[in-house]
């Protein structure tokens, strides 16, 4: 017996409350998307294996609230990791469904996200493979950290011709690899967000993005997401080089943003993207992005992707 999981690789906009001061913390921005896909197997085995040491871990962390027999996961298809799209989160949700399908568990995804404590701090990750779509979700009460699923506020199928070019730059991966890799030291001591900023990222999202993606105004959904993302980064700047991650992507999202309705870094990065409307468009933005990581630096991965509206699909087999 065997289980299959296909699931969605997401893209951060930000976080609009990191203040606190009404008894919640975070909250998040974001979108399930198409590509890239986690591809798993999940079957029957005489121990745990995996070609993947941080599937081993998951695992480990689920029997200690779970007791189930052994099972290998293979990973058949990868997000990249420690790019900022989602690898870690996904992998340990898939694996915690896979092995309660498999063994007849009957899990529900909020119940493997708090065994393998992937998921609470920001849901996005969690959403994205539940519902898909264009997702903000609620943060978790200030004395419930790591303990609640933050709840879903808003979810909406986005439009099949609005389309995301999304760069993953080659130069700065190894150094973001290393941050990312620190990151709960760090959220752990992340400084106090001012209320009043906390305040305005809040009234972006409720006044801005929120209506103009229901009315599908375009310019100005992007215009929101711009402005919110950047006032983000201006938050983080302790944490990085500048507004964003590296002067790689500050370039490339000023590049972006001359052909697209928005530019912006997804979590730590070095992931950033642009939303375009139609495929040629954002054909064309692909072709300009691939210049100029060429010109400036080692390369690295640009494609062009929608967002995914299903969320996480599962089959035995």
């Known amino acids: 017996m065997m289980v299959r999981i296909s699931a969605p ?14 008894g919640r913390l975070y909250g998040t921005v974001g979108f399930a998307i198409e590509k890239p896909r986690l591809e798993i197997e999940v079957r029957e085995a005489e121990k745990d294996c995996s070609n993947d040491e941080d599937a081993l871990k998951f695992l480990a962390r689920l029997r200690e609230r779970y007791d189930f027999p052994p099972v290998e996961v293979t990973v058949r298809s ?5 790019v900022g799209i989602g690898f870690h989160t996904t992998l340990a949700l898939s694996i915690g469904m896979a092995v309660s399908e498999l063994y ?4 529900s995804l909020e119940e493997v996200a708090l065994a393998v404590r992937r998921g609470l701090i920001t849901a996005l990750g969690f959403y994205a493979l539940k519902v898909g779509g264009f997702i903000y979700e609620g943060g978790f009460p200030v004395d419930k950290r790591e303990k609640v699923v933050p709840p879903l506020i808003f979810r909406g199928d986005f439009p099949s011709d609005w389309l995301f070019v999304v760069a993953i730059p080659e130069t700065p991966r190894k150094t973001l690899a290393e941050i990312r890799k620190r990151e709960d030291e760090i959220l752990g001591n ?8 906390a305040d305005r990222l809040s009234r972006i999202v409720l006044m801005k993005i929120l209506p103009a993606f229901i009315e599908r105004d375009i310019k100005t959904f992007g215009e929101g997401l711009y402005q919110f993302n950047h006032l983000l980064g201006e938050f983080w700047s ?31 990065g070095p992931t950033f993207y642009g939303l375009v409307k139609g495929q040629a468009q954002a054909e064309r933005l692909k072709s300009i992005v691939e210049d100029f990581l060429r010109e400036n630096g080692d390369g690295g991965e640009v494609f062009v992707t929608g967002v995914d509206n299903r969320g996480m699909v599962v089959e035995r087999g």
């Not at 893209?11 to 001061?21: A, E, I, K, Q």
């Not at 990868?78 to 420690?82: A, L, N, Q, S, T």
């Not at 944490?239 to 912006?264: D, H, P, S, T, W």
Request: glycine share 6%; proline share 6%; hydrophobic share 35%.
């Open 9 to 22: 690789a997401h893209l951060h906009t930000g976080n609009p409350d990191l203040s606190g001061d009404m």
């Open 238 to 268: 302790d944490y990085q080089e500048n507004v964003y991650c590296c002067e790689i992507v500050n370039e490339g999202i000023r590049l972006m943003l001359k052909e697209a309705y928005c530019a912006c870094q997804t979590s730590w």
């Open 104 to 107: 007849g568990l009957n899990l």
């Open 190 to 197: 992340l400084k106090k967000m001012p209320p009043e900023l």
């Open 78 to 82: 990868y997000i990249p990791k420690w």
